[in-house]
């Protein structure tokens, strides 16, 4: 995103559902042979945010874990990756410009672990608030910083 202190992402995340919750059927072969089914569920902005605020201090959630819990939630083959990961980052930035009701944006991660350079203060801020809830930061390539962590049942997103 640019200009991000020029937006007001609580407006997004709250006036920004166009018609969502909903299903759309694809009929893309390729789209449907990586997804595994045609039937791609979108989520509002909001409740990516309300998901995000239950990740427990110490604890971490992959922007896949999401996915998947939403396309579970909702008897959908899957979530759509591209507005996810928008909403995702206005859930980071709308908590970034308030003062009180914060989510704890850092907690989720991309997909593969790995630190989301599109959060506020960039892979410094996210690394920097994880390493203070006791997780480890690796680098994982020249630019990718992740961070390993067990995977378990996130009782949190049930």
């Known amino acids: ?53 239950r990740v427990p201090f110490g604890k971490v959630l992959t922007t896949g874990e999401i996915r998947a819990y939403f396309s579970k939630k909702n008897d959908a083959d899957f979530t759509d990756p591209i507005t ?29 672990g790995e630190l989301n350079p599109k959060y506020p203060g960039g892979i410094e801020a996210q690394k920097k608030k994880l390493e203070t809830e006791g997780h480890t930061i690796i680098h994982k390539g020249r630019k990718k910083f992740g961070i390993t962590f067990k995977t378990t049942k996130n009782h949190y997103l049930t």
């Open 1 to 53: 995103m640019a200009d991000e202190d020029k937006k007001d992402f609580n407006a997004m995340l709250l006036h920004n559902d166009k018609g969502m919750p909903k299903i759309q059927i694809v009929t893309d072969e390729r789209t449907i042979k990586r997804y595994g089914g045609a039937k791609m569920f979108f989520a509002p902005p909001l409740a990516y945010d309300e998901l995000m605020k």
């Open 84 to 112: 996810a990961a928008i909403f995702i980052s206005i859930a980071a930035w709308a908590s970034y410009q308030r003062s009180e009701d914060k989510t704890p944006y850092w907690r989720t991660l991309k997909a593969n």
